[in-house]
């Protein structure tokens, strides 16, 4: 699927939500907390995670004390190594091990499926009224997340998929739809993140780059949904119709003849 028709189909998903929630008198924010009402520090929404046994695609929303003044939380969205692509490992380099964490992560998924290994792709932080504000990814001691490079981690965002996860609902869509709407930001951000923890100053600290408290935003991006809207629709009516081509003109009989 070319990138274009991606967005607009994940475009018309977010605009479908969005008519239904409006219908509900409902947001993103109160879909993710279900019944709670509001937001505990620190606790997932919904309690265990959702998960999608199918697609291996995991996601929990939660909320942090320290906040910007404008976030009401954020999501953390996940690949299980199930989901993975054949083949794909994780960085090998010693301080990448999974094993042992000196730091307890922040906000760890709970264990789902049959493997230990899992992939953070990217947090999508919301404001009150669930309006999608920013994009970031972390150091791997936020989520305990297994360290996948950047390219490889950019290849498995198709694959973040929510047709069977449980709580199902329009939640589930609107996730899957803003990972398509803005999987070229997201590719950018993990080139930035991997940058981030590969600059020579940082890895020559002492303190061990991935377990780096200093380091725990590894690249963010602002957004603003409905200006994203408005350029995928007009996009969509400024392309050009493609017309086919026509046959090279044949000059009039009598050129190039001779007398």
């Not at 409902?26 to 309690?47: C, F, K, T, V």
Request: hydrophobic share 40%.
């Amino acid at each position: 699927m070319t990138g274009s028709r991606r967005a607009a189909e994940a475009a018309a998903t977010v605009e479908g939500v969005r008519r239904e929630l409006a219908r509900r008198g409902s947001n993103i924010l109160r879909e993710a907390l279900g019944d709670a009402g509001g937001a505990a520090a620190w606790r997932h929404y919904p309690d265990g995670d959702a998960y999608d046994a199918h697609s291996h695609a995991q996601y929990f929303f939660h909320r942090h004390a320290s906040d910007a003044p404008d976030e009401a939380g954020h999501f953390h969205l996940f690949l299980r190594a199930e989901g993975m692509p054949a083949g794909t490992m994780p960085l090998l380099l010693p301080e990448a091990a999974i094993a042992n964490l000196p730091t307890p992560p922040q906000a760890a998924p709970f264990k789902r499926g049959t493997r230990d290994e899992v992939c953070h792709l990217v947090a999508i932080a919301i404001t009150a009224a669930g309006e999608p504000v920013r994009l970031f990814t972390t150091n791997r001691w936020v989520t305990g997340e297994t360290w996948y490079r950047a390219e490889d981690v950019i290849r498995t965002l198709d694959r973040f998929s929510l047709d069977a996860a449980e709580p199902a609902g329009l939640l589930n869509r609107w996730l899957v739809a803003l990972v398509r709407l803005y999987q070229p930001e997201i590719a950018m951000l993990l080139r930035r993140r991997d940058e981030a923890v590969m600059d020579p100053r940082r890895r020559r600290r002492r303190v061990e780059v991935f377990e780096d408290p200093k380091l725990e935003v590894t690249s963010s991006l602002g957004i603003d949904l409905d200006q994203r809207l408005t350029a995928v629709a007009r996009l969509a009516v400024e392309r050009p119709v493609r017309q086919p081509a026509l046959p090279p003109r044949l000059p009039p009989m009598a050129e190039g003849w001779g007398s």
